[in-house]
């Protein structure tokens, strides 16, 4: 199937909902000793926004980014909640084992996200998305030295459930270079923004009631 907005549209729209929604309600949940992991979910037919969370771990360690959102999304009267197949799913960090199962178990067929687990290990010092992953589900091959084994994909991508696509991909298919560095500028200021949250929330650990996953 064809997709129905452009990179440049998709892009726009996403980095718009992360500035003017998750953030906003991630500050907050950031002073409450919340993570900064946050999500949105959008309609496919217009991008307008249907639901926005953040991270809510204060009031139940299960309550990542994604599933505090699809919580908020299945308390919407279900006359006026569309069908996850009609939306967009927008998380800020990839999602951990947790949350692609819930992303998967609530039948959305796509999820988009701005940081990898990279980003989430080596920028805000939370590895536990990769650990828990390798260690519970990334079986060895016998025979196989662990440096192959820690580079193998943690999760196919792209399968019968679920495409997942990182901004910047997105970035990479945007073919004006206009646009393209426009954009570019909007991540990195969205990212400058996850930072500085990071450094707030690093330093309250201290203050918070201690919750070792993400």
Not at 7 to 36: A, M, Q, S
Not at 62 to 91: D, M, N, Q, V, W
Not at 198 to 213: L, N, P
Request: aromatic share 10%; glycine share 4%.
């Amino acid at each position: 199937m064809a997709r129905a907005h452009s990179p440049t549209r998709l892009l726009n729209t996403f980095l718009e909902c992360l500035t003017t929604e998750i953030i906003p309600r991630t500050t907050r949940g950031v002073e409450e000793g919340n993570k900064i992991f946050g999500a949105a979910i959008l309609r496919k037919v217009d991008l307008s926004l249907v639901i926005a969370e953040t991270n809510n771990e204060k009031e139940c360690p299960l309550y990542h980014g994604e599933i505090h959102t699809i919580k908020r999304f299945y308390e919407i009267a279900a006359h006026e909640r569309p069908s996850p197949k009609e939306c967009i799913f927008l998380t800020t960090h990839e999602p951990c084992s947790l949350c692609l199962s819930a992303i998967t178990w609530s039948g959305f067929d796509n999820f988009h996200y701005l940081f990898t687990y990279e980003d989430t290990r080596d920028a805000f010092s939370i590895p536990y998305d990769i650990e828990i992953t390798q260690e519970v589900f990334q079986t060895p091959v016998e025979g196989e030295p662990p440096e192959a084994r820690a580079s193998r994909s943690l999760y196919n991508r792209t399968n019968k459930f679920f495409k997942a696509t990182s901004l910047a991909t997105l970035l990479e298919e945007i073919p004006s270079d206009a646009e393209k560095a426009a954009l570019s500028a909007k991540i990195t200021d969205v990212k400058r923004q996850y930072a500085s949250l990071s450094d707030r929330y690093q330093s309250k650990k201290g203050t918070a009631a201690a919750i070792v996953f993400g």
